[in-house]
C-alpha cells in the first residue's frame, strides 16, 4: 500500500488532476487530427481520423463534416452522403451546403452549387476560411452561368472577409478572378489595374513560400500574358524550365506561344523544333506551328496545321502523308487528293473533308460547301469539313448554309477566339446583332492582342446600339466607349469608327449626371474638330459636330473650321 503511495506521490500538480476524455472530446480531438491532415494534402490519412471520430461518436456532425472534405478532395462520391448526415445532426450549420456546394460545382451542375452556397451563407458556423471559400467558388459558378454582376458582388464581398483575416496573402486568386469579370464587361482598364495587383501579390506570397515558387511563377507568367506582355511571360516560363522543370514539353509550349505573340519567330521556330521533331501529332505543338507559318505568309501550311490540331491524325499514315505533300503543293493539292480518295476512300473516308479545306484554300466557294456536306454526311464530327464550311460561308456570302458548322467549331473549341471571330462576322452580316456581339466580344476577350476582331467589334457594337428599340443605359455606352478605346490602342480607327465613337460620346453624355457631361461633350468636340481639319466636306460628321456645338448649354467651345475649297469625293 505504502509502495503504491510513494509511487504515485511524484506526479505533477496537473497529471494528479487530469481526468478521462469524454466521447465528444476524444471525438473532436480526431477531427481535429483529421483537418490536420487535409491542410497538409493528406486526405487518406484524414479520412481514417474521420472514420476513427464516428467509431467513438457516430452522431458527431463535425466528424461527417471532416470526413465529407476528405472525400470531396479524394474525389470520392461519398461525399456528398457524408454532407447530407451531417446536415441531418447540425442543421444550422452552414458547412455541410458550403462542401455540397462544392461538389455541386466540381460536377459542372453549377445552380444547384449557387443555391448551396447561397444556402452556407444563410446559416451560422461558418469560419472566415470558409466564407471566402463559398464567395469565390459562388463567384466562378455565376461566371459559369453568365452572372457576371452577381460574381463581382461575390468577388468584392470575399475581399472583404479576407481583409480582417491574418495571412491573406491568398487574395490574389480574388484579384484574378476580378479581372476575368472586368475583362468579359469590356472594362479592360480595370482588369488591367486587378492582374497588376496579382503580380504584387504572388511577389511577395513568392518571396515567404519559395515551396510554391513553380506554380506561382506560371501565374505570373499569365498575368504577364493577360496584361499583353508577352516579353515577360515568355521569361517567366523560361525561368520555370531553367530552374524547376527541366524538359517540361506543357512549360516549353507555353513558353513558345508567348515568344510566338511577341513577335520573336526565330527563337519561337527554333525552341519549337525539338519538341515537333518528338511530339509532331501533339495538338498545341500544330496550333503554334499553324500561327508561325501564317506568319511567315505559308497560309496552305497554317491550315494543314489548323486542320490537324482540330481533328487529329487521318485514318491512315499514308493518307497523312499524302495530305501533307498535296497541301504543301497548292494549286495541284485537288489533283492528288481526288486521285488518293479513289483508292483509298475506303479506308479514310475523311479526306472528302480535306478536299473541301483545299477548295477554300483557292477560294472556290460552291465546292467546298458541296464537299464538306458530302463528308459530313458520312461523318457529322470531321473537322476538316466544319472548317471548309464556316469559313466557304463567311467569305463566299453564305452565312446561314455555314451556321451549323460554325456552332459546331465553337461548342467544340471554346477556348478559340478565332472561332468565335468567324461566327461573330457571319452573325453580323445576317443581322443577327445580338449573337454578333457576343460572340465578337468573347473572341476579343479569348485574343486579345488580335486587332481585326478589335476593330470589327467596335463598329459593331455601335451599329448594336442603334439598332435598340430602347433606350441605351449609361453601363452600355460605356462599354462601346471601352470596345472603341481597345481598338485604338491596336491601331488606328477609320473615319466611319471615328464617327461612331463621337456619337457614343455624345450619348453617353446624354445619360451622365450633369456636373460629369460636360467633359464627355468636351472630348466629342475635340475630336469632331480633328476629323474636320482630315475632311471639311462630310456632311454627317459636320451634322453631329453641331449637334455636339447646340448641346454645350451656354458653354463656348472653339469654333469649328470653316468648309474649305470644294474637295467632295467622287
Excluded at 471639311?536 to 455636339?548: G, K, M, R, S
Amino acid at each position: 500500500m505504502f509502495g503504491s503511495f510513494l509511487i504515485l506521490w511524484p506526479l505533477t500538480a496537473a497529471q494528479a488532476f487530469q481526468f478521462p476524455l469524454t466521447t465528444g472530446q476524444r471525438a473532436q480531438k480526431l477531427v481535429e487530427q483529421g483537418y490536420e491532415r487535409i491542410i497538409r494534402g493528406d486526405y487518406s490519412g484524414a479520412l481514417g481520423y474521420c472514420d476513427e471520430a464516428l467509431k467513438v461518436r457516430s452522431d458527431w456532425a463535425p466528424a461527417y463534416i471532416c470526413r465529407s472534405e476528405a472525400r470531396l478532395w479524394l474525389k470520392d462520391p461519398l461525399s456528398d452522403r457524408d454532407a447530407r448526415q451531417a446536415m441531418r445532426y447540425d442543421p444550422k450549420s452552414g458547412d455541410p451546403h458550403r462542401l455540397l456546394g462544392l461538389w455541386e460545382y466540381e460536377g459542372g451542375r453549377y445552380q444547384a452549387a449557387i443555391q448551396n452556397f447561397s444556402r452556407a451563407l444563410e446559416l451560422s458556423k461558418l469560419k472566415p476560411e470558409g466564407v471566402t471559400e463559398v464567395y469565390y467558388y459562388r463567384a466562378r459558378a455565376r461566371i459559369k452561368t453568365n452572372d457576371l454582376p452577381g460574381a463581382l458582388h461575390d468577388i468584392n464581398h470575399g475581399l472583404g472577409v479576407l481583409r480582417g483575416i491574418n495571412g491573406s496573402y491568398g487574395d490574389w486568386s480574388f484579384y484574378s478572378l476580378r479581372a476575368e469579370v472586368r475583362r468579359r464587361q469590356g472594362d479592360y482598364e480595370g482588369a488591367d489595374t486587378d492582374e497588376k495587383e496579382v503580380l504584387h501579390l504572388i511577389e511577395n506570397r513568392i518571396q515567404s513560400h519559395a515551396g510554391e515558387a513553380p506554380e506561382l511563377l506560371r501565374r505570373r507568367a499569365n498575368s504577364f500574358a493577360l496584361l499583353g506582355d508577352f516579353e515577360r511571360a515568355a521569361d517567366e516560363y523560361g525561368r520555370i524550365l531553367d530552374g524547376f522543370h527541366e524538359g517540361d514539353v506543357k512549360t516549353s509550349l507555353e513558353r513558345v506561344l508567348a515568344l510566338v505573340m511577341a513577335g520573336r519567330y526565330e527563337g519561337a521556330n527554333r525552341e519549337l523544333a525539338p519538341i515537333l521533331e518528338n511530339e509532331p501529332r501533339r495538338p498545341l505543338v500544330r496550333r503554334i506551328r499553324a500561327l508561325l507559318r501564317a506568319a511567315a505568309g505559308d497560309s496552305v501550311g497554317a491550315v494543314a496545321d489548323l486542320d490537324t490540331f482540330l481533328s487529329g491524325t487521318a485514318a491512315s499514315p499514308e493518307a497523312s502523308l499524302e495530305l501533307r505533300q498535296a497541301l504543301e503543293q497548292d494549286g495541284g493539292a485537288l489533283t492528288q487528293l481526288e486521285g488518293w480518295q479513289s483508292s483509298a476512300a475506303p479506308r479514310d473516308p475523311k479526306l472528302w473533308g480535306r478536299r473541301a479545306l483545299v477548295h477554300e484554300l483557292l477560294l472556290e466557294h460552291d465546292q467546298a460547301i458541296a464537299l464538306a456536306g458530302r463528308a459530313l454526311a458520312n461523318d457529322p464530327l470531321d473537322a476538316a469539313a466544319h472548317l471548309a464550311r464556316g469559313a466557304a460561308g463567311l467569305t463566299g456570302g453564305r452565312c446561314p448554309e455555314a451556321s451549323a458548322s460554325l456552332d459546331w467549331l465553337v461548342a467544340s473549341r471554346l477556348d478559340q477566339g478565332f472561332f468565335r471571330w468567324i461566327r461573330g462576322e457571319c452573325r453580323c452580316r445576317i443581322d443577327d446583332l445580338d449573337g454578333c456581339v457576343d460572340d465578337l466580344e468573347r473572341a476579343t476577350f479569348l485574343e486579345r492582342a488580335a486587332k481585326a476582331p478589335a476593330m470589327r467589334l467596335a463598329s459593331q457594337y455601335r451599329r448594336w446600339l442603334d439598332h435598340r428599340a430602347a433606350a441605351s443605359t449609361p453601363e452600355e455606352l460605356s462599354r462601346g466607349l471601352k470596345h472603341y478605346d481597345h481598338a485604338r490602342s491596336l491601331g488606328t480607327l477609320d473615319a466611319a469608327d471615328e464617327l461612331g465613337r463621337i456619337q457614343t460620346l455624345v450619348d453617353y453624355a446624354a445619360v451622365r449626371p450633369k456636373e460629369k457631361r460636360l467633359q464627355a461633350l468636351k472630348e466629342a468636340a475635340a475630336a469632331c474638330r480633328q476629323l474636320l481639319a482630315e475632311d471639311p466636306e462630310d456632311e454627317q460628321l459636320a451634322e453631329t459636330c453641331l449637334e455636339i456645338k447646340n448641346k454645350f448649354g451656354g458653354q463656348k467651345p472653339r469654333p469649328l473650321p470653316k468648309p474649305g475649297p470644294a474637295t467632295k469625293k467622287k
